[in-house]
Nanobody, 125 residues
């Protein structure tokens, strides 16, 4: 069992930056693929980024490539999402998720086993 708690959301102007954190509890955190998803009002939850246990293999949605960076600190059981050059369309609730079943990096909601409660990110124009 893994419990996830996100933090770091808030209100920022377009072009600004935020760093989200996701703290995990439970054993074997370093064995999980960790992902970030987001859900805007009236839209489905979508994949943003994910990282494997090796802290090297990463995957990003096309909409955030070059602007967002995912990283993790296994010693602290924490995964981060550095978001730069934010746009109003990045406004959403951001969720952290953990996958313990796949070797490759999954991008679908159903492929992740554990979820945090979400943190709101609002980008004003």
């Amino acid at each position: 069992q893994v419990q996830l708690v996100e933090s770091g959301g808030g209100l920022v102007q377009a072009g600004g930056s935020l760093r989200l954190s996701c703290a995990g509890s439970g054993r074997s955190f370093s064995n999980y693929v960790m992902g970030w998803f987001r859900q805007a009002p009236g839209k489905e939850r979508e994949f943003v980024a994910a990282i494997k246990w090796d802290n090297i293999s990463r995957r990003y949605a096309d909409s955030v490539k070059g602007r967002f960076t995912i990283s993790r600190d296994n010693a602290k059981n924490t995964v981060y999402l550095q978001m730069n050059s934010l746009k109003p369309e990045d406004t959403a609730v951001y969720y952290c998720a953990a996958d313990g079943r796949h070797f490759t990096i999954p991008t679908m909601n159903s492929e992740y086993d554990y979820w945090g409660q979400g943190t709101q990110v609002t980008v004003s124009s």
